[in-house]
Nanobody
Framework: EVQLVESGGGLVQAGGSLRLSCAASGFTFDDYAIGWFRQAPGKEREGVSCIRTNNGNTVYVGSVKGRFTISSDNAKNTVYLQMNSLKPEDTAVYYC????????????????WGKGTLVTVSS
């Protein structure tokens, strides 16, 4: 059974940090790109960051560059999202997802999704 389980969300003040984890199981981790997406109330789900687990290549949406860092521990089948200098506009449910596509982390092309973890940033 394929599972992606997010953890690490919570309430933090603006300027603070959180580290999200995405634990994967049930598929060959190294064959997939793993992405973090987020969805704020009333907004569409957007891509935040993506990592190709076979070579470590990463991409970020412009609004988080320099603040968020994605990484993977292939021995643990886990992807992390270190979030620093958090802003109220980062408040959202954060989801991790996996894609075997050569196109990487395309929102509508992901193969598997987790259930999400809520991040709330207070001002």
């Amino acid at each position: 059974e394929v599972q992606l389980v997010e953890s690490g969300g919570g309430l933090v003040q603006a300027g603070g940090s959180l580290r999200l984890s995405c634990a994967a199981s049930g598929f060959t981790f190294d064959d997939y790109a793993i992405g973090w997406f987020r969805q704020a109330p009333g907004k569409e789900r957007e891509g935040v960051s993506c990592i190709r687990t076979n070579n470590g290549n990463t991409v970020y949406v412009g609004s988080v560059k320099g603040r968020f860092t994605i990484s993977s521990d292939n021995a643990k089948n886990t992807v992390y999202l270190q979030m620093n200098s958090l802003k109220p506009e980062d408040t959202a449910v954060y989801y991790c997802a996996a894609s075997r596509s050569a196109y990487g982390c395309v929102r509508d092309g992901m193969d598997y999704w987790g259930k999400g973890t809520l991040v709330t940033v207070s001002s």
